[in-house]
């Protein structure tokens, strides 16, 4: 660890990186949307997350991957708050959503997902119809001023999760009569539905076969253009294939941040180059 | 998507204020329909606290007796039948009028005579039958007061309100007043309510002929409930394989469960008193009908205790070559027992409970000895709680609810025996 | 020989058996040594005596005692000289509640009449001679079984399967009881319910808008002939159900609602039990608070405001059992909410929906069919519960849609009709059979739709 070139890194819109952040690579960006600053995280006293600080910028796709439990995915339900759900779980250090402390007392939680939305790891539409599984994130916040508008939200949210052209004729029919990838895509054509900056992603294709997989991550690819991802995945194919930076997580410690390629093709950290030619994982 | 970041973020900041609004109104909801709910428990309990707790006491009074032979047995030639036929109250109101020797009149006797309660004439009788000695004798006796002297003392008889509309009249409150200024009247722990039967009189009547009943009908319940739902709920969980049969028989089961409990009532008077002529009012009967009420509760409960030993146990029983039969009797059936007999607690705490039906069957009747045996007259508390209620006695309503209060302390007592149970014995695999 | 006497040799015969029946088999192959040669323990043989000494006895004592009263009343009666056989069947229940005290020594002998006398000495010299028949029926059978079993025992005889062939069939015949059960009450209530449809048309019962079952003393009796048009009944009961629901749905839902997506653990331990104890309380409870306590405070606050209010009011009745229902709402929507799986609400919230938005929008939608097949099991509770009713509900039929007057219900007329002496034959008690009827079928009809949405609801999320 003796490449301590973080904090010596000129930040640019980012935040100074804590001086005991271990972290090998460059932890910031140039333009970054959310930036994470020494957060741990506590699970009923347990600590699952050390001193992570990372910056995700817009227009990238930056992937987590490392061996289970290794606190990639608790790090990512951090970054919308999705930790509050669960009892006992507990945050500190700073996260910081365009110059506002997203754990700030009057940083309104609602408000907050409403910009970092999340797909999950199973598909979870709600047990309404495809149309009300897409409209009901404008509805509950007031996006839309008229029935034509909501259409239209909904209209192009199917379209941008590729998803359209096989559901325009049933879209009352339920979410949950969809297969599993084309119910994973109604999931993240919901969350854009809302319009988000950031949207987080926990493993989306896990629970898929590997054409659905394939579907996902092209789009992944276009929705680029438009967001800023985050992607928590445990394969490393998928990682090199959609993401443009690699964190590497090992026991709760954020290990090595970089360019995926050279992160792929050239490891610094030990740990990482373990992990990386398959000797754990 | 045509609309840009900033829009976005601009909408949903204008719903905010709403949306925080109506979140608040939806958790205060919530909130207050707990409140609600808590609230009935104290009201619920308070009333019956409020109205119950005085009858744990009842108003005595002492007086000073004389078993005149004169009265009880002029000629002097009186057999010990003819003695218990003898006028004791007569006895009574003279050691009354001895106390306030300036009572004249009939009318005037009569009101002094009603402070005491008639079981007073009872009590000389008895001490009289114990020991034929005591004729001509005098003793200081402690009687039960009458009912209304009872209630005034506890103040639910209202001095303020004018005459005329009172149970008790001026005059008897003098003489009331007279008797607790010199000790002679006074509060104290009411034994008669846990060791008599009922009575037309409030101030005589206990609940111990019901609690009897109730246990001869519980005992006949747990008798016949347990052993069938046990051998029910093993049969469908271990034996019987899935056809239409048993789903049948499940259907049923769940279906029973939910079934009114005085439609078992009708069952139990159409079959049991008018098929098979059983007694009516019988413990014997009420035993029944509550056995099949409490059937499919035990049976589910069972059923689920049975189903949460898990299938490696079975599977072990069964490769060290023990029988099916002995699989269940060795290993399952052990395992399950805490559950099972949770479920059993359970299933009587709710026939504890169960009238309707049992008025059904004639278990209403007024019966005043205490019953001896399961095909005896009997009553059970919950039915003894209902005809208290129904009766216009002013001192009937605290009887009743001191009656409730005993009935929820059984049914107290064996939900936590159930809890205890549970927490000591249930094993989670 | 009494009933428990024979019952305790019966139990001692059986206990002889399982020693002799363990004693010969252990005999035939030499004792201790040669138990290998033996199919089963030696145990199982004397089981299998056991069970052949006395299950037989058993059920000819059960079925012997069942039907020994009835066969000697026919008996009786056909013995009766004329004068008292032409009898209705009122006057014969007398006569025949007369001739038992007599044989029990209840009512003196020499009081009654000469035939009445008669016919006691021969109900008393008939169940002589049926308790001695009983006596030695079942010892023979008792001890038939168990010479029997004991001269075929031999090593080779599979004992403990012919033992394991019963206990199963035992176990079969139990759960087989819920069957009877219910076929029992259909088959008295139904039978019952067409001697009363004999009487009064099946219209003029479920259409009839004036329900008044006295029957008169004298035939020339005003209004003798006893009205029985249910209408009001079925009335009476759907409002006092409808007021329970009103108080116990929101209050039930919303409380199960804040104890499992918003109070803290720490709360819900404490709440949920002292809420949960509302549904131990007995039903008779609640009716004495709805008659002592509810009644009059309603009636009192009517009088304030200008309003009247009946003593027994339909509100009083509805409102103390809608108290009585709310913790099996609570406890079932309770069930619900938490199977539905953490993943909807986690869609919701990621969507950046408030806690509200998501159980209205998500957790409560999913939970609907089981929280309605719950709210169906509750209606179904509330129409065939009796004792709040009987006690605060009143007796007067009237045809009213206003909660503040006394109505009546189903289960208050059937709780009348057969409280107290009764004749087996009038219309008056075979309509609260006919009542009965009605209240199973429809109660029925809700347990099994609820019961299955329920089921249905489960399975989707296991």
Redesign the interface.
Same mark, same amino acid.
């Given at each position: 660890m003796s490449s301590a070139t973080a904090p010596n890194e000129p930040a640019v819109a980012g935040l100074p990186v804590p001086v005991n952040c271990k972290t090998v690579g460059r932890v910031t960006v140039d333009n970054a949307l959310l930036s994470a600053r020494g957060v741990n995280v506590f699970y009923s006293g347990k600590q699952a997350i050390q001193e992570v600080s990372i910056d995700i910028s817009r227009n990238e796709v930056l992937a987590m991957i490392g061996p289970s439990g290794c606190g990639k995915s608790t790090f990512l339900r951090c970054l919308n708050r999705m930790n509050d759900t669960i009892e006992g779980a507990r945050v500190t250090g700073s996260i910081v959503l365009d110059g506002q402390d997203i754990y700030d007392k009057r940083q309104d939680v609602v408000q907050l997902r409403a910009r970092v939305g999340m797909v999950f790891q199973k598909p979870n539409p709600f047990p309404k119809s495809i149309y009300e599984n897409v409209a009901y994130g404008p509805r509950i916040h007031g996006l839309a001023a008229d029935r034509v508008e909501l259409d239209e939200i909904v209209h192009t949210s199917l379209q941008r999760a590729g998803l359209w052209d096989e559901v325009k004729d049933r879209l009352n029919n339920p979410g949950t009569s969809l297969s599993g990838g084309q119910q994973q895509r109604l999931c993240i054509a919901r969350t854009i539905a809302v319009n988000p900056e950031v949207i987080l992603m926990d493993e989306p294709c896990s629970a898929l076969d590997p054409i659905a997989t394939a579907r996902i991550e092209d789009l992944i690819d276009e929705l680029r253009a438009s967001y800023a991802i985050a992607i928590v995945t445990h394969s490393m194919q998928q990682a090199a294939r959609v993401s443009q930076r690699t964190a590497y997580f090992h026991l709760g410690d954020l290990i090595e941040v970089g360019e995926t390629d050279r992160i792929f093709t050239n490891p610094r950290h030990k740990l990482t180059e373990d992990y990386i030619t398959g000797r754990f994982g | 998507m045509n609309r840009s970041v900033a829009e976005t973020r601009e909408r949903v900041e204008k719903s905010l204020k709403r949306r925080r609004w109506a979140e608040l109104r939806f958790k205060t909801y919530g909130l207050c329909a707990v409140l609600l709910g808590l609230s009935f428990v104290v009201l619920l309990f308070g009333s019956l606290i409020a109205q119950g707790w005085s009858a744990f006491r009842q108003a005595y009074v002492v007086i000073e007796v004389h078993y005149d032979p004169a009265v009880l047995n002029p000629e002097g030639t009186a057999t010990a039948d003819d003695l218990a036929v003898a006028d004791y109250a007569a006895l009574v109101r003279t050691s009354l009028k001895t106390r306030f020797p300036d009572v004249e009149g009939r009318a005037a006797t009569k009101q002094l005579a009603a402070l005491v309660s008639n079981s007073a004439a009872q009590t000389m009788q008895k001490r009289l039958a114990e020991d034929p000695k005591r004729m001509g004798q005098r003793e200081t006796l402690r009687v039960l007061a009458s009912d209304k002297v009872d209630q005034l003392l506890k103040g639910r008889i209202d001095r303020t309100v004018p005459e005329a509309d009172r149970a008790v009249s001026d005059q008897q409150l003098a003489w009331i007043d007279a008797l607790v200024k010199d000790g002679s009247l006074s509060l104290a722990f009411n034994k008669g309510f846990f060791t008599q039967g009922d009575s037309r009189e409030p101030e005589q009547a206990g609940v111990w002929g019901a609690v009897v009943g109730t246990l001869y009908t519980l005992a006949m319940t747990l008798a016949l409930s347990f052993p069938i739902a046990v051998a029910a709920a093993i049969y469908l969980e271990e034996f019987a394989r899935r056809n239409r049969w048993t789903d049948l028989i499940e259907v049923n089961i769940n279906n029973l469960a939910a079934v009114p409990s005085i439609v078992f009532g009708l069952l139990g008077l159409a079959v049991f008193l008018n098929i098979f002529g059983m007694p009516r009012s019988a413990p014997l009967v009420g035993g029944l009908v509550l056995t099949l009420l409490t059937l499919p509760t035990i049976i589910i409960a069972s059923r689920a205790a049975l189903k949460a030993v898990p299938p490696s146990i079975r599977e072990a029983a069964l490769g060290m070559g023990a029988s099916k039969v002995q699989m269940v009797t060795h290993h399952v059936l052990p395992l399950a027992m805490p559950g099972i007999l949770t479920g059993t607690i359970i299933g009587m705490a709710r026939a504890l409970g169960e009238t309707a039906p049992l008025l059904m069957i004639g278990m209403v009747a007024f019966i005043v000895d205490v019953p001896k045996g399961l095909t005896d007259p009997a009553t059970v508390l919950p039915v003894q709680i209902f005809l208290w209620a129904d009766s216009p006695e002013r001192a009937f309503i605290e009887r009743t609810s001191a009656a409730i209060l005993v009935l929820l302390l059984f049914l107290v007592v064996m939900n936590a025996t159930a809890v205890i149970l549970r927490n000591r014995f249930e094993r989670r695999w | 020989m009494s009933t428990s006497a024979l019952l305790l040799v019966l139990a001692a015969l059986a206990t002889f058996a399982y020693w002799s029946g363990k004693q010969r088999s252990l005999k035939l192959v030499g004792g201790g040594r040669g138990i290998r040669r033996l199919h089963s323990l030696p145990s199982y043989y004397g089981l299998l005596t056991a069970l052949w000494c006395g299950l037989p006895a058993l059920l000819i004592m059960g079925l012997w005692l069942?039907?020994q009263?009835?066969v000697i009343?026919a008996l009786v009666k056909s013995h009766l000289p004329a004068a008292l056989s032409h009898q209705n069947a009122g006057q014969m229940g007398l006569l025949f509640n007369d001739i038992k005290n007599i044989v029990l020594g209840n009512i003196p002998a020499d009081g009654a009449r000469a035939e009445v006398r008669a016919a006691a000495l021969d109900y008393q010299r008939l169940r002589g001679i049926a308790s001695l028949s009983l006596t030695g029926l079942v010892l023979a059978a008792a001890v038939a079984g168990l010479a029997l079993v004991r001269a075929r025992i031999h090593p080779e005889l599979r004992a403990?399967?012919a033992?394991?062939k019963i !206990? *199963?069939f035992?176990?079969?015949?139990?759960?087989?009881?819920?069957?009877f $059960?219910?076929l =029992?009450?259909v088959l008295?209530?139904l /039978?019952?319910s067409l001697r009363f449809f004999n009487a009064v048309s099946v219209q003029e019962f479920l259409l009839g808008l004036t329900w008044s079952p006295q029957t008169a003393l004298r035939a020339d009796q005003v209004g003798s002939s006893g009205a029985f048009g249910a209408v009001p009944l079925f009335l009476g009961t759907v409002m006092i159900s409808g007021i329970a629901m009103v108080v116990a749905v929101? $209050? =039930?839902? &919303?409380?199960a609602?804040?104890?499992a *997506? /918003? @109070?803290?653990?720490g709360f819900r331990a404490w709440?949920k039990p002292?809420?949960e104890?509302?549904a131990?309380?007995?039903? !008779?409870?609640y009716? &004495? &608070?709805a008659?002592?306590?509810v009644g009059p405070l309603l009636r009192q606050f009517g009088e304030h405001i200008g309003l009247h209010v009946a003593s027994e009011s339909a509100l009083a009745a509805g409102l103390v059992m809608g108290?009585m229902i709310?913790?099996f709402i609570?406890s079932l929507a309770d069930d619900m909410i938490t199977a539905v799986?953490?993943?909807?609400?986690?869609? @919701?919230?990621? %969507?950046?929906?408030?806690?509200? *938005?998501t159980?209205?929008?998500?957790v409560l939608?999913?939970a609907l069919p089981g929280i309605v097949g719950g709210v169906l099991?509750a209606i179904?509770?509330a129409?065939? *519960?009796?004792?709040i009713v !009987?006690?605060a509900a009143g007796l007067a039929a009237n045809l009213t849609g206003n909660p503040l007057e006394a109505v009546t219900t189903v289960?208050v007329q059937? !709780?009348t009709l057969?409280?107290g002496d009764q004749e087996?034959d009038s219309p008056k008690t075979l309509a609260?059979?006919a009542l009965?009827l009605v %209240?199973?079928l429809v109660? %029925?009809v809700l347990?099994?739709v @609820?019961?299955q949405v329920v089921r249905k609801y489960r399975e989707q999320y296991e």
């Open positions: - | - | 069942m039907l009263d009835t009343t403990r399967n033992v394991e !206990v *199963e035992l176990l079969l015949g139990s759960s087989m009881l819920a069957i $059960v219910t =029992g009450i008295s209530v /039978y019952e929101p $209050v =039930g839902l &919303f409380s609602i804040y104890l *997506e /918003y @109070a803290n653990r709440v002292v809420l104890i509302l131990g309380i007995p039903t !008779v409870v009716g &004495f &608070f008659a002592l306590t108290i709310i913790p609570s799986p953490q993943s909807l609400r986690d869609g @919701a919230y990621a %969507l950046g929906a408030t806690r509200s *938005e159980i209205r929008n998500v939608r999913a099991l179904s509770r129409i065939g *519960e009796t004792m !009987v006690m289960t059937i !709780v057969l409280t087996f609260a059979f009965g %209240l199973f109660t %029925l347990n099994v @609820a019961l």
